[in-house]
Structures are given as C-alpha cells and as structure tokens.
C-alpha cells in the first residue's frame, strides 16, 4: 500500500472535498454501537457516482483501504478502518431522481435517507416501508439488508431493491437489474450486493418498490400479564396469517424506559405495539381477530390511538428505545445485539434469554420485531468493571449460539461488521469458504472495508497489499 501517494493524489482531484481533520476522521471511525475507530486516514464527500468510481480507482491503484459511509448508525463496527483508508461518505449524494408512480418505484441516489424519501412521497400517497429506528441512508439500508417495524408485512430491504448502480472494487460503474419486477437473467448480482457491507463494492444508486398509503390505519397497544403470553399471542396471530403491518415486543423494562424518555405512560407490562393496514372493513376484521387470539392469552383490549399524532409518538418512542435504555442506564455503557429464530422458537429464545440475563444479574430490556421471529437485547454494563462487561459479552454470545442451535440466525437485521464476524462460520459452516471466494473475485486487491463480514485469507489481518 502506498498511502502517501494515494492521499496526494486524491488530494488534487478532489480538493477540499477530501477532508483529513481529527475530527471527520474519528466521526467517521465510530458507529452507534460503541465501536470507536481505528479512523481512516481521510474522508471523502463524494457528490456522484463518477466521483466515487475515480476515488476508487486512485485507491485500487495503490491499494489503499476504501470503507464506504452513509449516516455511521450500523451497530456493529462496520465503518471502523482497520487498516486505515478512505472513507467515501455518500450523504451528499441525496437526490431523489426519478418516480415511477404508475410502476410504484423509485429511482434515489444512495445518501437520501427514508425518512427524506417519506416525506417527499406523503403527497403522492405513497411510502416506502423499511424503516430503522435510526436516521440512515438507504445506501446503508441496502448494504446491511436493514428492516425495521414493517418487515413483518412488507419484506426488509432485500425485498424492495429492484435494481442497483454499484461502484465495483476496480472502479467500473455497473447497474445489477432492471426496473422489472421480476427477472430470470442470469446471476442475481443485485442481491449479492444487498447485505454485502460495503465490502464488495460501493452503491450510488438504486431503484426501489413503493406501496399505496394504506386506506386505513390503526395502531395501538395491546398489555399482557407475562412476557409468555404476549409471545404467544405473537406466534398464534402470525400462524393464523393475520396480516398484521406491525407487531413489536416490549418488555416490561422497555416500556418503563419509553414512558421516562418520551413522557409516556403505558401501564409497565409486557406490552405489544401493534398497527393494522388496509381497507376500513379488512381493518377492522384485522383488528377483531386479533382481540380474539390476544384475549386468549390474557391480553387486554387493544387500545388504539385515534389522532395521526397520537400514532406518530407512539412509533417514535418504540424507535427511541435504544437511547431510552441508555438513558435509564445511568451512564453504564450500552450495546445491542439481534438474532432472528423460526417463529415456532421464538418463545424458547426470547424466555431463556431472559432468565440469563436474570441470573447474570445485568439490566437489559428486550425488545422485538417479533412478527418474524427478530428480536434485540439492549445490554447495559459498567465499562470500569471488567467482570460485568465480560458477563454482557458471554450473554451476547450465548444469545447468537442459541440462535444458531434453534435453526436461527445471530443478525436477523444489523449485520455482522466486524462485532459478529467471530460468529459467521458457526451458522453459515461450509458456504463461508464460498463467500471468501466471492470477496475475492470482485474484491481482488482486498481494500473494500477490510475486517467486516469475511475474511479472505489469513492475511486480511495484515495491512492491505495487492494480492492478486
Ligand atoms: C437507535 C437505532 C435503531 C436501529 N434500528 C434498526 C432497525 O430497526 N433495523 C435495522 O435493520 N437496523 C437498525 N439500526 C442499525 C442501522 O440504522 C442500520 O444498519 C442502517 O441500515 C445503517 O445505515 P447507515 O446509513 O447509517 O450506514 P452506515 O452505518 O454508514 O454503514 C453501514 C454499513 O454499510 C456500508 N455502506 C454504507 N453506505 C453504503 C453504500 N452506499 N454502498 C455500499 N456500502 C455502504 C458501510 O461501509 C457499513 O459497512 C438501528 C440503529 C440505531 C442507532
């Protein structure tokens, strides 16, 4: 790697855009989850799609790490630069190119975040549905296979992108699909990119699915006395196909952090967050079911919120929870960690892991897009004492083997980064060997986010070198 003559040269091409001050660095060496660098060596704040394929080029040339940068809220260490590198952040590539209304898709480039590409659709009567509880890019949507509260009813990020331009390792600039909704050509290029962490290419671009506004809506809560029962209630709505757009588990520290940090006050039980889509008679007849199965299992009536505004505070406060639980935490440090489960475990994994936590005696509220069987622990340790943080990694370790034994995975969401690489060979065994083959094809000079997701080889721990 020749770092210096990479630098100078990314210097006169770009000018003041390449920024190298302590603090973009470390901003851009940090994530949401407490990872806090290696920083790169500079940062990059591309502005399109050629701009990006030229910073590439420089870095492929002289083999220097590139680690591409959306919003920094993944929670795994994925933008940290072991080695050093480039940081391209995409933030500024925020325009929304083109609608395809009678087609329900878009054409956005790879900064825009969904909370911007909501807005702009309100008036058009349509949304796009994934939806993390951070503000983030769709580029970084795509890149970790992100999903969110609505994954139950409308798929996660793989099942929205219908074709993506992605800058490749070598700096050639390439669309992986079409605006079709289906195709049979050829290999599925585009979904070995979504997921892929930026660590086989870079996206610019992408064209996603949208869906009408909902002619009717109805959220609310719905309170159980025993985390067992709102569980069960869970499992049987989604056995029964009850299509529910949102069902999210919280337990009963969840809901006493959300009523502290969003000045709520729902009674502090194991409560589900619910919403209903569709037609006013398919809603209500959502809703009737529900009550059903729920009362079953000793669930309250539902109470719904009937203002917009009503709605929107209750889904800000679920998405709020991480800082919540930190917040109740006082001080302690704190990280979250997911697994997903066939639906039929999820009581198993969900219970016993709470019993773990119990008798390790560590605060952490659980909380879940269980609708697909996915759900979070947010764990919270002290980082003066090594014990207690020893015991909250043995509980995030304990929680992805279990997974793995229950036929699960130990990310249903977040991705692996370089926090949960340690566990990627346990569930995926022989194929792992086949993903190495993969990075190594489309990655041949080892410099796209070095450290995350796979190792190629034995020496991806040594600093980059030209391999191949
Ligand atoms: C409070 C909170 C709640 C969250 N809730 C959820 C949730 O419900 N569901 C969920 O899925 N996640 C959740 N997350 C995690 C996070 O928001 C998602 O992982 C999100 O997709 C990251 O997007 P980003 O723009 O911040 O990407 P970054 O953090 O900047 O990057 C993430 C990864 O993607 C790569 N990358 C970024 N942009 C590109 C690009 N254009 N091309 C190629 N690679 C790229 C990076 O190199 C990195 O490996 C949450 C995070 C927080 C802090």
């Known amino acids: 790697m020749d770092k210096k003559q990479a630098l100078e040269k990314l210097r006169d091409r770009f000018g003041d855009r390449l920024v190298e001050t302590g603090a973009a660095r470390a901003a851009h060496g940090r994530d949401e989850g407490g990872y806090d660098g290696p920083a790169p060596d500079a940062v990059f704040y591309a502005e399109n799609a050629h701009e990006v394929a030229d910073a590439v080029k420089i870095c492929a040339r002289h083999r220097l790490p590139v680690i591409p940068f959306g919003a920094g809220t993944s929670l795994e260490g994925h933008v940290t630069a072991p080695k050093g590198g ?7 590539m925020n325009r929304i190119l083109a609608l395809h209304a009678a087609d329900l898709d878009v054409r956005v480039e790879a900064g825009v975040t969904r909370q911007q590409l909501n807005a702009w659709l309100h008036d058009q009567g349509l949304f796009f549905p994934v939806d993390p509880g951070a503000e983030c890019t769709l580029g970084g949507m795509v890149a970790t296979r992100a999903s969110g509260t609505n994954a139950v009813r409308y798929g996660t990020m793989r099942e929205q992108v219908l074709t993506l331009e992605v800058v490749t390792a070598t700096g050639e600039i390439i669309e992986t699909g079409t605006r079709a909704r289906k195709s049979a050509a050829g290999y599925d290029l585009t979904h070995l990119f979504v997921g892929s962490e930026g660590t086989l290419g870079i996206v610019t671009e992408m064209t996603l699915k949208l869906y009408g506004l909902p002619e009717k809506l109805m959220a609310g809560v719905c309170r159980f006395p025993s985390l067992s029962a709102a569980i069960q209630t869970v499992i049987t709505t989604i056995q029964s196909g009850l299509p529910v757009a949102r069902i999210e588990l919280l337990d ?38 529900f009550h059903a199965i729920a009362s079953e299992y000793g669930g309250s009536a539902p109470e719904f919120a009937s203002k917009q505004e ?47 936590f119990d008798a390790a005696g560590i605060f952490g509220t659980m909380v879940g897009h269980v609708g697909d069987g996915n759900f979070h622990t947010i764990i919270a340790a002290d980082p003066h004492d090594p014990v207690e943080m020893q015991r909250a990694e043995d509980l995030k370790e304990k929680m992805a083997h279990r997974a793995i034994e229950m036929g699960g995975t130990v990310t249903g969401e977040h991705g692996i980064g370089s926090g949960k690489r340690k566990f990627l060979e346990a569930e995926r065994g022989a194929s792992l060997a086949l993903m190495r083959q993969v990075k190594a094809a489309l990655d041949p000079f080892g410099i796209m986010n070095p450290g995350k997701v796979v190792m190629t080889d034995d020496r991806d721990d040594q600093p980059c070198s030209g391999r191949h």
């Open 86 to 92: 480039l940081s391209i952040d995409l933030s500024r």
């Open 252 to 289: 009963e520290l969840s809901v006493r952090a959300v009523n502290r940090h969003s000045g709520m006050a729902h009674v502090e039980a194991p409560t589900l967050f619910l919403e209903f889509h569709g037609s006013p008679k398919a809603v209500d007849e959502q809703v009737e079911s």
């Open 310 to 356: 009503d709605i929107n505070r209750l889904w800000h406060a679920r998405h709020q929870l991480y800082y919540a639980t930190r917040a109740m935490a006082g001080g302690k440090h704190v990280c979250t960690t997911d697994v997903c489960v066939p639906i039929s475990r999820l009581g198993d994994c969900i219970l016993e892991t709470r019993a773990d």
